[in-house]
């Protein structure tokens, strides 16, 4: 007994079992979590060894090569790649995608606490991690500026209680970073003239500060009936009790070769927000967070915020936010789909002309989606949107298989028979065909959803299994609901062909006959199609990587020569004064500028509903003629695309590889 012929005998059976899985399915609908794209667990691990105050080459000579040299033995390794610079040495891992990265980090740790006593002393606490950078290891999902009528560069506290501390309390939140703005420190700035003239040794100095700020458990002490817990309690308490440490016997002091005070540490960048200092913020989530769930919530405690009157003043400009990109792209996807749908029921009733009928074969659609969320939502995988664009594939081709079964059941009922047995004998016919053609379908996507492991594979890997279980979900329809809703829902008689019908058939047939007595011209026709494409294929610019939207337009500072921060402050200053006035000329809702030892720029956020090309373009053109000439410094207008790269839009690069640095910078 086929499964169609079980459907129009077991109607209830038949209907329970739809109904718990669209049950099911509406459950996951609402349950499912929503991600921008799949999670992807990259082969990398980054080694990070803090050595601050060194040089280059003693990094790469103390550290870094003896790292090289004790992690090439890590199984599964394919690429090792470092970097040196004054303050630490960074070891970056690549490994095969199909590595377990779990026990690949344990491997990597266990080989660098071995390592560890080959190091210098003066290194920091060692990283091993999934980023260059520790503080980035999770992922991004919000970032934003804080600017302020009053100096920010002192308020440290203030922010950090109510700013960070209650975004950190939303639920999912792993880290909220703040940049631009520091905690006090105690700082002992030596003075190498009183130490010479007190013959005093500066690593002496050293010791003593680090020996005499500590606190020590010392054990417990028990008598008879009474248990004392002991310590030692040597901190500094003051700055007065560290200005006034003891160095040496004949009492000098540490006042006497050192200024000691209490204060911020200098920034060695700066920012702006319409012309104010300007405070980073930056939010992370868990690898198991809903990423639109918790940027909602940070967006409800930001707004809270405006009713406190210790922050009276201070704007919080979110310029990234994963979240609101998330819903936006689902929501535009979602209702393509729907439109998709809504097409694909016109056509249905154009060429079906019942209404009962047209319902009939498009309760596939829906159902099909449903049962595929649900199967989304069982893997313990998020709703992106590659699974929501496979989703869109498949709904033009959810409807033919039940337009297959739908019209060979009403063939037999125009040849006599009653409904019943048309249904069963209709849908037993097709059924085999029905079945090869979706399968047909589904073994096209396979080699992509079993495909060698690599980020891009992944991402098609996403968008293949999604367009399979929907084209599975819309077979099983075909099989089930088809029939059975056929036998029990439609009883009125077919209805003859229209005129429309009969010309399309009798052309049909014409065509066919005329390729069956010139066989030989299909082929040939189908050659020259395909040939007519190797030419535009050749041509067309192959690029794999993404383009990502912008929301800004961003003016990037080149200085002729190295400047000092407040110089470089002077002179964005000044172009942020000269595009001021435009605003509303630039569609711009807010100017923010960035100034550092290493690169500066300016970026001009679009106002709502204008981030989009044509605005953007026009926003460019214009500030091209805004920026004023400065000597020594070149103003470029970046064009759209990934700013911080230099190589952007470039097609070759190249390496020098060589075992000696000196050599290679020659």
């Known amino acids: 007994m086929t499964l169609p012929e079980i459907a129009v005998r077991r109607p209830i059976t038949t209907t329970m079992l739809l109904v718990s899985l669209v049950v099911l399915g509406m459950v996951a609908v609402l349950r499912i979590p929503l991600g921008f794209l799949p999670e992807v667990n990259r082969p990398y691990l980054f080694v990070l060894v803090p050595y601050p105050n060194a040089t280059p080459e003693q ?65 920091g606490d060692v990283v091993v991690g999934s980023s260059w950078d520790s503080r980035e290891a999770d992922e991004t999902i919000l970032e934003g500026r804080l600017s302020s009528n009053r100096d920010l560069s002192e308020s440290y506290d203030l922010l950090d209680r109510k700013v960070v501390k209650p975004l950190e ?82 009492g000098l002091r540490l006042r006497d070769v050192a200024e000691v005070v209490y204060q911020e540490p200098p920034l060695e960048y700066g920012r702006h927000l319409d012309g104010r200092f300007a405070v980073g913020v930056s939010v992370s989530k868990d690898a198991s967070a809903n990423s639109v769930e918790i940027c909602r919530q940070v967006r409800e405690r930001v707004a809270e915020m405006d009713g406190d009157p210790e922050l009276e003043g201070l704007n919080f400009l979110i310029w990234f936010d994963q979240g609101k990109e998330i819903e936006k792209t689902l929501r535009d996807l979602a209702l393509t789909g729907v439109f998709g749908a809504l097409f694909a029921g016109v056509v249905l009733f154009l060429f079906l002309r019942r209404v009962s009928m047209t319902l009939v074969a498009s309760l596939c659609i829906p159902f099909s989606l449903i049962v595929t969320c649900g199967a989304i939502w069982a893997q313990g995988k998020t709703l992106n949107t590659l699974s929501l664009l496979g989703l869109i594939v498949g709904v033009g081709m959810l409807v033919d298989n039940a337009v297959v079964v739908m019209e060979n059941i009403f063939r037999h009922r125009e040849e006599g028979l009653d409904r019943i047995e048309a249904t069963r004998t209709g849908a037993r016919e097709v059924s085999l065909a029905v079945s090869a053609a979706t399968l047909t379908s589904v073994i096209v996507f396979l080699p992509v959803v079993f495909n060698r492991p690599s980020e891009m594979n992944i991402y098609l890997r996403e968008l293949g299994l999604t367009v399979c279980m929907t084209l599975l979900a819309s077979l099983f329809v075909s099989q089930t609901l088809i029939p059975m809703a056929t036998s029990r829902l439609i009883h009125a008689a077919p209805r003859p062909k229209g005129r429309l019908m009969r010309g399309l058939e009798e052309r049909y047939v014409r065509l066919l006959r005329f390729n069956l007595r010139h066989r030989w011209l299909t082929p040939v026709i189908g050659i020259t199609v395909i040939a007519s494409t190797v030419y535009p294929f050749m041509r067309i610019d192959k690029n794999f990587d993404t383009n990502e939207a912008d929301a800004f337009v961003q003016v990037r500072y080149e200085f002729s020569e190295e400047l000092n921060l407040e110089r470089k402050e002077a002179i964005v200053a000044r172009v942020e004064a000269i595009l001021e006035p435009h605003r509303a000329e630039l569609s711009t809702k807010s100017i923010y500028s960035f100034w550092g030892s290493g690169w500066s720029f300016t970026r001009l956020y679009m106002e709502d509903g204008k981030a989009n090309d044509r605005v953007m373009n026009r926003t460019r053109a214009r500030l091209r003629a805004l920026l004023p000439e400065i000597p020594g410094l070149k103003l470029e207008v970046q064009d759209a695309g990934n700013m911080w790269r230099h190589d952007r839009g470039k097609r070759i690069a190249f390496q020098l590889v060589g075992e000696d640095t000196e050599v290679l910078a020659r």
Not at 63 to 71: A, F, K, N
Not at 221 to 230: A, G, I, N
């Open 169 to 250: 309390r939303v639920p999912g939140v792993a880290l909220v970073r703040m940049d631009g703005v520091n905690p006090r420190e105690v700082r002992v700035n030596l003075r190498v003239q009183d130490l010479e003239s007190h013959a005093m040794d500066i690593r002496e100095v050293t010791r003593l500060l680090r020996t005499m700020n500590f606190d020590q458990s010392l054990g417990k002490l028990r008598e008879p009936s009474t248990s004392y817990t002991l310590r030692t309690v040597g901190t500094f308490r003051s700055l007065e009790e560290i200005q006034n440490l003891v160095l040496r016997a004949d």
């Open 59 to 123: 990094v790469e000579r103390t550290i870094v090569r003896p790292l090289e040299e004790g992690l090439g033995a890590v199984k599964g390794l394919q690429n090792m790649w470092s970097s040196c610079d004054r303050e630490n040495g960074v070891v970056r891992l690549e490994f095969d995608w199909s590595r377990n990265m779990s026990l690949a980090r344990v491997e990597v740790q266990e080989k660098v606490d071995r390592l560890k006593r080959d190091l210098p002393d003066g290194i």
